[in-house]
């Protein structure tokens, strides 16, 4: 079956990853159930759905971290059964986690230095003397950091340890260290998830930004609905690992199996 | 205020350390260091031999004011039977010119075999240690009297060759040899090899490792299923009660089972009757019926002077660093001799170790009649492969039960030579022996 | 007051980016050197050749734990048997050629150790945590018993011990007997010097940064492209070939002979014990480790000595035990992150002082 | 050939041959395991209840034995001695929650494990300086422990059982009972299941964190004290059965750090595997390999159940 088929509603832009009759599960759970959808290059996708739903098991599948029983999943083009995390990151799949997974020991600037980590290339053996070509990269590279770091305004967190950081702000540095990679694919698991408002105002200001600016394709989800509808070009619902609804946000506020599947859900 | 307490810590250390080395000793007496280890896996035989060192040292300064009227001032310093704090120790007492140092551990001995020759310090390694440096050609500072373990595994065998009837009569038996698997447990190996060749004896080997001192059933397991006919055991701290109660639940004929010197009363008493007919080979006296250990217990033990236990001492760990400290103080009398003066040095003191000679009249006047053989050492022999004799446990104490053996010196000879030389050529450049030898000896 | 950075500008990322950015940093670390350089002029043998150079290669050999365990966060309880093989490796290497320099034969046989560390490091992929500390201790006990086990690795010494043959630099003596202790001292600061400089420079760069990665969220650390058990690999490389080459000056420059029985498990505790109460993933903190855990004992037991009490040197050893352990649950208490964090926040009180903060 | 041929047949064409001496062997194993599932249970009571990886467990053992020793030297009776021993034993339980866990509570588990570490170093300096360092025979006979052995001439051969280890299974037996009824049927027991399984929801019920420690430590040190009471009748009382003591890790990992029943299964084990490792396949390299083999096995299993026999699933999750 096409790729067109798949998907209800026809947009511009090329499909960068294709999602086909995914299906995984542990032991006799199944988390996802035969989920088929696209993301394209340059769109905002976000993927909503009840706790449980399977939404973080379906970014687990994208960056090869999980890997589904049946099903595809074809990227750039290229279609994989299997692929381990550091492949998925060496291709451009960058990503930030529900709850913060950031090098607790390290400051702001290493954990986002070290996201730069693939594109430094100088060998072992001139690490050893740091000074010369290693200490040339690393600057060049720590100056592409500090543009991020301008970006997301956390100039004054520069050398704190992360760990002592508040979690809003240690959202932003992962979202830094995830930009620092300059995916062409970002995958946000609940980017805002125990913000209050101000802070999910400037989080959706930097998500737009993202995806303007550098013009990186992001998945994101969001149990903030409202949130969900202003940010995103499209949506997948998710529900108990099935598929109940994908489209435009106005589409899907409007599915009744949507607003069924959310009845009670808090949010 | 963490931070003060780390940093003055650390300030402290520094300063104290420094203070560490007081300066040399005062000009009237002669410094014996005496390198113990009360405490760690060995101490079950080391807290006996500091004593009986400790004691008789004593006994000297407090009943004939020292040693030729020169007070001997005694400072322990503790090992642990640890080469890295031996070695602290060694540099610890090295500014306060010792006249001797008896090391108490071959791992200690080792690395100090090539300093004695620079510290002009002689080593004194009491039946362990390096058995080459009986060698004085290639090792002038280095002593190891009475025996080598060699000498002491050509005793065993020769003793076992006595109960069977002679040397001939080995031929086709089995004889099982259970050892600490270390340096020392290993040494004789080769000489092993080379007798049951020889003699036409199998040898078993049963290697214990030092981890598994206490856990040694599947070896004795082993030595049920060869059934030898002699078991020979070179062991060390926790290592000898174990293999004797082992031997005993494997019910091993217990006469057969002969060790080299290292055994203590309690490692036999452990292992309750059953142990009774336990051998080991000795070359000293194992009970406190001498002149010398009244003395001790009148002027050292009565007087309070002692650490020791009463019921320990004169038993055999203990008369066995009397033995040791009788050779220290016999060595600086001699060297006093030979130097006509009276505050000898480490040099003197290894002239006097080389012109050793104690005769029986001299034991006599020791008040070591019948506690021991006499010995005399030599600018080329600083071993003199002397006599032991084998006894054995009769449930409380042990009991001689042979003539004084002398070991196969043809077999020894020839291998210490080819060590001495090796260990020179290995060690290469090593320093020729340059040392004048007495006329004396 | 005088410890402030206050007026002292970045201009350039590479100043910024500097080890120690801070001109009051740079000034101290050069007095230490120069205290370091001059030191044999005033201090007593017993201060070099006891204190110093043991001080010196104990702490060179927790800079090799660290790195493993302080900044990968693998639990190592093999170092004793790493220094081993580096010792074993030079000696058989001296021995077997002696024309090439000691030293030379030093920095190799640190590879040897480094080839043994990644092999054993190989399970560090599946095993974590303590079960990994556990399955060094494999490490340890093989090691070890191939050390007494393989005659040829001592030569087949009827002794069973390496002795370290002397050796010369310059027509100087830098091994075996007639080397003097300040020679050694030198020698084992020069080689300190040295590696902790590469290592310093190892861990501000890529490669410390993925090291810390895996140690902090090893997952996260693969999503963004760290291969773990390269990484890991790596860490036991770097880690054991500083081990390796520890246990190698261990045994030439201090001790002069050793036993199999030198490297044996307690000497892996005391390595590790070093690196946790100096500081987990501190440089300096594994100076200061070795400085209290080594020197704290010498104290102790010299302690009565100088101020003229006499116990028995058996009670003086009890006690120190006995001291040892309490100052290590102290320290855990007063500050589990190490001596290294007390440093930093020093560093900080320096920085505000006269002000509370 | 030949070399595959001692290492695939000729050990059990031995253990066939002799099969008095296999028995032996397995039961010379059993009992060493039964000695390491002891010190093992030790640290999964503490592990389980308090997540300290509790190095000290051996020196306990060593510990509690030497101070019964130690006081019966003194001149306490015999049994008067092992009651104070109890009680030492019970005071360093609490002096432990007190000075170590109370002040490093929440720490990471790294800082807890070198805490008892220094334990360790403590209680070895002090055993030392209080009974000195020579080692000391158990008082076995004064406990009523039996000696001498059961010799049955069966098998074409001999198999000799000691009165000493038997009785060394029987209590150990009795006391995994015990534990095993102490868990599941007493209020306290419950509770430290309920610690086991959440700190934070077991003080939310009102369990007193403070308290289950004491408990759990007083309880290993006894286990300590039993094991040291086998182990020095054995050979005898020194620190040197420390070393054995590390024999406990393997066993530990092999069982999982969280299962009693693994520390059992795990501790019977290793100790028949060394056992009949050193003593059919030892001889083809020497013997003397009991020093590593355990760690091998253990790591063998390892690579296999990360999580040990009967550890729980590591379970990934992001």
Known sequence: MSVAAAAPVQEAGETLLNVENVSLSFGGVRAIRDVSFEIRRGEIRAIIGPNGAGKTSMLNVINGFYHPQQGRITYKGATRRRMRPHQAAAQGIARTFQNVALFKGMTTLDNILTGRTLRMHKSFFWQLWRYGPALTEEIEHRKYCEEIIDFLEIERIRREPVGRLPYGLQKRVELGRALAMQPDLLLLDEPMAGMNLEEKEDMSRFILDVNAEFGTTIALIEHDIGVVMDLSDRIVVLDYGNKIADGKPEEVRSDRKVIDAYLGVVH | MKLKTTLLALAAATALTALAVPAAQAEDSVFVPLFTYRTGPFAGSGIFIADGMHDYLTMLNERDGGIGGVKIAVEECETGYDTKKGLECYEAVKPKNPVMVNPWSTGITLPLIPRAAVDKIPILSMAYGLSASAQGDTFPWIFNPPDTYWDGFSQIIKFIAAQEGGLDKLKGKKIGYIYLDAGYGREPLPFLDQLSKELGFEAKLYPVPAAEMQNQSAQWLNVRRDRPNYMIMYGWGAMQPTAIKEAVKTNYPMDKFISIWWPSEDDARGAGDGAKGFKMLNWHGSTPDFPVIKDIQKYVVDAGKSQSSKEKIGTTLYNRGVYNSMLIAEAIRTAQQVTGKKVVTGEDVRRGLEDLNIDAARLKALGMEGFTGPIKLSCSDHNGHHPTFVQQWDGTKYVKVSDWIEPLSDKVQPLLQADAKAYAEKNAPWPARTEACDARS | MFYREAGQYKTTYQADMSIFPILQDRIGLALIMVAALVLPLFAGEFMIASVMVPFLILALASIGLNILTGYTGLVSLGTGAFMGVGAYACYKLSTTFPAINILVWIVVSGFVSCAVGVLFGLPSLRIKGFYLAVATLAAQFFLQWCFVRLPWLYNYNPSGAIEVPSRTLFGIHVTGASATPTTRYYIALAIVIAVTWIVSNLVHGRVGRSFMAVRDMDIAAQLIGIRLLRTKLLAFAVSSFITGVAGAMMVFLWLGAAEADAFNINQSFVILFMVIIGGLGSLIGSFLGAALIYIMPIIVRAAPESFGLTIGAATVEHLTYLITGALIIFFLIVEPLGLARLWQIGKQKLRVWPFPY | ?318
């Open chain 4, 1 to 318: 050939m030949s070399f595959l041929y001692s290492i695939f047949v000729d050990p059990f064409v031995q253990m066939i041959g002799a099969p008095d001496l296999l028995v032996q062997t397995l039961w010379e194993g059993l009992v060493g395991g039964v000695l390491y599932a002891l010190i093992a249970l030790g640290f999964v009571l503490i592990f389980k209840a308090s997540g300290v990886f509790n190095f000290a467990q051996g020196i306990m053992m060593v510990f509690a034995a030497l101070t019964l020793v130690g006081l019966h030297e003194k001149g306490v009776p015999a049994f008067l001695a092992l009651a104070l021993t109890i009680l030492v034993m019970g005071a360093l339980a609490f002096a432990v929650e007190r000075v170590i866990l109370r002040p490093l509570v929440n720490q990471p588990d790294i800082i807890l494990f070198m805490a008892t570490f220094g334990l360790t170093y403590v209680l070895i300096g002090l055993g030392e300086l209080v009974f000195g360092g020579n080692p000391k025979n158990m008082i076995t006979s004064e406990l009523l422990l039996p000696s001498g052995s059961l010799d049955f001439n069966i098998l074409g051969g001999l198999v000799s059982l000691q009165k000493i280890d038997i009785a060394a299974a029987i209590i150990a037996s009795l006391m995994v009972a015990v534990l095993a009824v102490f868990f599941q049927r007493t209020r306290i027991g419950r509770a430290l299941r309920a610690v086991a399984d959440d700190h934070q929801a077991a003080l939310s019920v009102g369990i007193s964190l403070d308290q289950i420690w004491v408990i759990v430590w007083f309880t290993a040190g006894l286990v300590a004290l039993a094991t040291g009471i086998m182990w020095g009748a054995r050979s005898n009382v020194s620190f040197a059965l420390e070393i054995i003591a590390l024999k406990a890790l393997p066993v530990l990992i092999l069982g999982g750090l969280t299962s009693v029943p693994g520390a059992i299964v795990g501790g019977l084990i290793i100790g028949i595997g060394e056992k009949l490792g050193e003593f059919y396949w030892g001889p083809l390299v020497g013997g003397g390999i009991e020093s590593w083999l355990a760690y091998f096995i253990a790591l063998a299993v390892l690579l296999f159940r990360p999580q040990g026999l009967f550890g729980e699933k590591i379970i990934e999750r992001i």
